[in-house]
């Protein structure tokens, strides 16, 4: 019943043209997988609210808000947190009394007869989109946690290995850490932290690119926690004196993650940052990243050329792997041979060969481009540039006919001409290689539910004398964080790029020389239009996708 209800809402879908990746999702599931296994809310054009609102349009069904799951009793007590979150389903009872079944997918005829079995028959099923869902679900669990956070005050140091891998071993370690790991997903956050201190373990997500904290892991010893994680990305519980580094590959909730494990041995016990790498990062497209349509004309101009060097720069965190692999994406096509090599895989796209380095072999940067020449491709993409070796055989594979694709750490565009001279590549051969640099950062991008708006007032300009310099001007209208239940109380949700791309000019090459100042390049590439990072803060500002406040946090006016 369930899948033929499923095929229907699929065909529903594919005919208002919401369902453009179906195929490509079939392929990777199998012909004959159940459609209802696809998490349709994902992979369709459509935003959650969207698909929330289509579905209960299709099915006749009442709509819940997060609202509405806020303000009525929950009943998720009833519940395993896991099953929850797989099945994507909030119960709670609204004030007139009724039992209410909040789903995201109607179809699933399985869980609404748990639901039943568990909670009586009479349940009013409802839609909600698969975020309010999420967030709903979290806010419950946590304020779970918060009643149970003394209950490990009392538990004892245990030093013997053996005991804490049977200790790391057990069933409530590994549910907490699990729990962590599935929270963290569901928060899109990118990052764990968890950090020993004397009074015990601190657990904060970077969410956004901010750190936020988070309720600590009760009833379980800290040492077996960190045991935990490093039994999950195969390390050496036995080693506590030297830093570790791992990977592993696991299924949280009902989404395929990769994770990469770093532990630091610390004054109090080992630090643990796991990074969070989702299998299924949706659609990579250059709408979705926040170009201006300039700056993608550019861009798409940029990646008709035959051959030559294109650079990505900027600091860690800050989206080039994500640009890159949307790059890729638009060069993807049958007719072009794509080699990577990267550190790691962040994002799988098929049709492109993909590998990852292994320096305790001999697998680097520089040794994979030297191979990937005698492969015969049309595209070439290198992670990171991060020695002259790497630079070297980059320029070189440019020179012989390939489009490279790179990244740097600069902090603006025109300052990626002098590091690669600080790599010692000649300035001859960059002046002929290099075609256009982009630098970037992320900015929060402001709740659509809560954000405000309002003009500014001569107490703003001399609270921050910035914003004149952003070229703001008393009584402007702006838009400020205000906080409700979707976005955390923070007034963020999601980030957004903020660009600039320098287009290679003669004018601008024969600046380049042995002795180049990234300053002058700078200087002139502004004078012919390039827009910088600030410029194009501003007007993400302007438009009331972001604040003020953010694009200063992460641009200097120049």
């Known amino acids: 019943m369930a899948n033929d209800l499923s095929v229907r809402f699929v065909d529903y879908l594919r005919q208002n043209n919401h369902l453009a990746l179906i195929d490509g999702a079939s392929e990777r599931t199998g012909q004959g997988a159940d459609v209802r296994q696809l998490k349709l809310w994902e992979v369709t054009s459509l935003s959650p609210t969207e698909f929330a609102d289509e579905a209960a349009r299709f099915f006749a069904l009442g709509r819940l808000t997060l609202q509405d799951m806020t303000s009525a009793e929950p009943l998720v007590g009833a519940f395993s947190p896991r099953f929850l979150r797989e099945t994507m389903?909030?119960?709670?009872?609204?004030?007139?009394?009724?039992?209410?079944?909040?789903?995201?997918?109607?179809?699933?005829q399985a869980t609404l007869r748990a639901a039943q079995i568990v909670l009586g028959a009479g349940i009013n099923v409802k839609v909600a989109s698969s975020e309010d869902v999420a967030i709903a679900l979290n806010?419950?669990?946590?304020?779970?946690?918060?009643?149970?956070?003394?209950?490990?005050?009392?538990?004892?140091?245990?030093?013997?290995?053996?005991?804490?891998?049977?200790?790391?071993?057990?069933?409530?370690?590994?549910?907490?850490?699990?729990?962590?790991?599935?929270?963290?997903v569901e928060l899109r956050a990118s990052d764990i932290h968890i950090e020993p201190f004397s009074a015990g373990l601190m657990v904060r997500l970077r969410i956004d690119g901010l750190l936020r904290p988070v309720a600590a892991l009760s009833g379980v010893l800290p040492q077996a926690v960190v045991s935990r994680i490093k039994i999950i990305a195969n390390l050496n519980i036995a080693e506590r004196r030297l830093p570790q580094?791992?990977?592993?590959?696991?299924?949280?909730?009902?989404?395929?993650?990769?994770?990469?494990?770093?532990?630091?041995?610390?004054?109090?016990?080992?630090?643990?940052?796991?990074?969070?790498?989702?299998k299924d990062r949706g659609l990579l497209v250059v709408e979705k990243l926040g170009f201006s349509e300039p700056d993608e004309a550019k861009l798409r101009r940029l990646l008709k050329l035959p051959y030559g060097?294109?650079?990505?720069?900027?600091?860690?965190?800050?989206?080039?792997?994500?640009?890159?692999?949307?790059?890729?994406?638009?060069?993807n096509e049958p007719s072009r041979k794509i080699l990577t090599i990267e550190d790691p895989v962040e994002y799988e796209i098929?049709?492109?060969?993909?590998?990852?380095?292994?320096?305790?072999?001999?697998?680097?940067f520089a040794t994979a481009l030297r191979s990937f020449v005698r492969q015969d491709p049309d595209v070439i993409m290198v992670g990171e540039i991060r020695d002259s070796e790497t630079a070297h055989v980059a320029v070189h594979a440019a020179l012989t006919g390939h489009l490279v694709l790179t990244t740097l750490h600069t902090e603006t565009a025109a300052a990626a001409v002098p590091r690669l001279l600080d790599l010692e590549v000649e300035g001859y051969l960059l002046r002929s290689v290099l075609r256009g640099v982009i630098a970037q950062r992320l900015v929060r991008q402001l709740c659509e539910r809560c954000k405000t708006a309002r003009p500014l007032a001569t107490a703003d300009f001399t609270?921050?004398?910035?914003?004149?310099?952003?070229?703001?001007?008393?009584?402007?209208?702006?838009?400020?964080?205000?906080?409700?239940?979707?976005?955390?109380?923070?007034?963020?949700?999601g980030r957004l790029g903020v660009f600039e791309l320098l287009e290679l000019s003669n004018e601008l090459r024969e600046l380049i020389g042995e002795r180049t100042d990234g300053l002058k390049i700078d200087t002139m590439a502004i004078k012919a239009g390039m827009t910088t990072m600030l410029d194009d803060g501003v007007a993400k500002c302007r438009a009331g996708l972001t604040s003020p406040a953010e694009i200063l946090r992460v641009a200097t006016v120049r």
């Open 309 to 331: 060097m294109v650079v990505i720069t900027g600091p860690t965190g800050s989206g080039k792997t994500t640009t890159l692999a949307t790059i890729l994406s638009i060069l």
């Open 245 to 278: 580094d791992g990977a592993a590959r696991l299924r949280a909730g009902r989404t395929d993650i990769d994770i990469r494990v770093a532990i630091m041995p610390m004054q109090h016990g080992e630090s643990a940052v796991i990074r969070i790498l989702p």
């Open 350 to 364: 098929p049709g492109i060969n993909q590998s990852q380095v292994k320096p305790a072999i001999g697998l680097t």
């Open 89 to 108: 389903v909030y119960p709670c009872r609204a004030a007139d009394g009724s039992t209410v079944l909040a789903v995201v997918d109607p179809t699933d």
């Open 463 to 493: 609270e921050d004398p910035r914003l004149a310099a952003l070229g703001f001007r008393e009584g402007e209208i702006i838009h400020e964080p205000c906080g409700c239940e979707r976005c955390g109380g923070t007034g963020y949700r």
């Open 139 to 184: 806010n419950s669990s946590s304020a779970e946690e918060a009643e149970a956070t003394d209950t490990a005050a009392a538990l004892p140091r245990e030093d013997d290995i053996e005991s804490l891998r049977d200790l790391a071993s057990g069933a409530p370690v590994v549910r907490a850490v699990n729990d962590l790991i599935e929270k963290a």
